[in-house]
DNA sequence: GTAATAGTGTCTGTGAGACACTATAAA
DNA sequence: TTTATAGTGTCTCACAGACACTATTAC
């Protein structure tokens, strides 16, 4: 906090978040908000907006996240919301000094989004195609770390979790596990770690049949724990 | 970065960088700077300083780091210097609106710092002293998470290479990790698994001589890895 | 000599990975 | 019946942890 500026007259930045809204379908995909006006008008980009006065930057991204998201409540709740890591260059917005606390979500598969406020359009995009798409601002980077963190967080902590539904069976999570990773994984390996890890999943007693055959699956909710010990390893 | 306002009129905040460098000695230690001015003039803090106009984040940290800490330039060749997290509270500074992105840097054990430009005095401080002392602003906050991030990445990378020297002992380097988990850890397989990794160390050829006696040990470098595969672990 | 450190050998238990197998449902 | 999924059994290999042991130096 001690520098060698005079603390009045420091120079003044903007403060945004931008929010990387994941989700496991058949693909891991990112929501992304079409802008609807200068700079990058047209382009697609990650849902976000300006902190306010008076506001934390977590507030702020809460707030992001249920204004351009179109999650309803009991969605949210089950939601996963996370500091990422804040992007400062000089250039990076071309209007002013913008420095942007990005954030990531993960949420439950889900139908397609509505669009928000001042957003033109807003759709899910696979992430393997981002290195296609040209996004806005140094979005593309943002979404980049993102998905490796994601990733990362898979092996050791029990985030999974948030890209279910509040109930789900195994086959549901392997299948997350899967997408996210993209990789296969042995099913009954799989099974013996998440029951054998405590607190990771809770069996509800419910059962859920799937079309097209086999016995009935049972059902568990996310259990207490946040970490993995011994993690599920990739590769 | 698309919201509810017009972006002429954003809100204007401050932006800082916050540095915890963090050595490991006899203990686990952390360099904290005793504020000159107010607020909180007197009390102990974090280096760190307002982000410039035209300077990017990760440029105004290493320039508070190499200004504050008052380590020489060959050391801060051998530091890691990396963004920790960003902290956003609207009262966390009592004159403004402060937006402070923190980082964390890791460096070798050193003769004491000398003290910086606005700064009357500099320390190393033991991490287990931190819940006794009353830092200015939420800098007890940062130095927590730090804390708990480095001792949670030695496991899975290579980080504990910068709490040494440039060449060191596999004992050194065993002390290190010792010291930061604050646990004693079998020294025949941490030397196996180091040895095991590819990567993790690279021998010099050089030996160095304990006083004291034992035969004379040979000296290692960082090596190119980043990542242990798999990782060393806790308790 | 003694004390201290460097470095090796080896046994055991745990757990990941591979994969065969049984059971239960829909179509 | 066929097909798909749920769930179990079991073998092997790698490796972490415990700990005994030898070797080389200062003092």
Excluded: C
Aim: zero cysteines; charged letters at 20%.
């Amino acid at each position: 906090m001690s520098g060698p500026y005079d603390p009045a007259a420091f120079p003044p930045f903007a403060v945004t978040v931008d929010i990387v809204v994941l989700s496991a379908r058949s693909e891991l995909q990112v929501l992304l908000i079409r802008r609807g006006e200068e700079p990058f008008a047209g382009q697609w980009a990650l849902p976000g907006g300006f902190v306010r006065e008076r506001e934390s930057i977590a507030d702020a991204a809460l707030r992001e996240l249920a204004e351009e998201s179109g999650l309803d409540a009991p969605t949210r709740l089950h939601t996963h919301l996370e500091q990422l890591a804040t992007f400062g260059d000089v250039e990076r917005d071309p209007r002013m000094r913008v420095v942007s606390v990005a954030h990531f979500a993960l949420v439950a598969a889900l139908p397609d989004p509505t669009a928000g406020t001042d957003a033109a359009d807003a759709a899910w995009t696979p992430v393997d195609q981002m290195s296609v798409m040209d996004l806005a601002f140094d979005h593309s980077q943002i979404i980049d770390l993102a998905v490796a963190r994601v990733r990362a967080k898979l092996e050791y902590s029990t985030l999974a979790t948030r890209l279910v539904g509040s109930e789900f069976t195994l086959s549901d999570l392997h299948r997350v596990y899967q997408v996210v990773w993209g990789m296969p994984l042995d099913l009954a390996n799989f099974r013996r770690k998440v029951l054998g890890t405590d607190g990771f999943v809770v069996p509800t007693g419910g059962h859920r049949q799937q079309p097209g055959g086999g016995p009935p699956a049972a059902l568990y909710r996310p259990g207490d724990g946040t970490w993995l010990n011994p993690p599920l390893t990739r590769e």
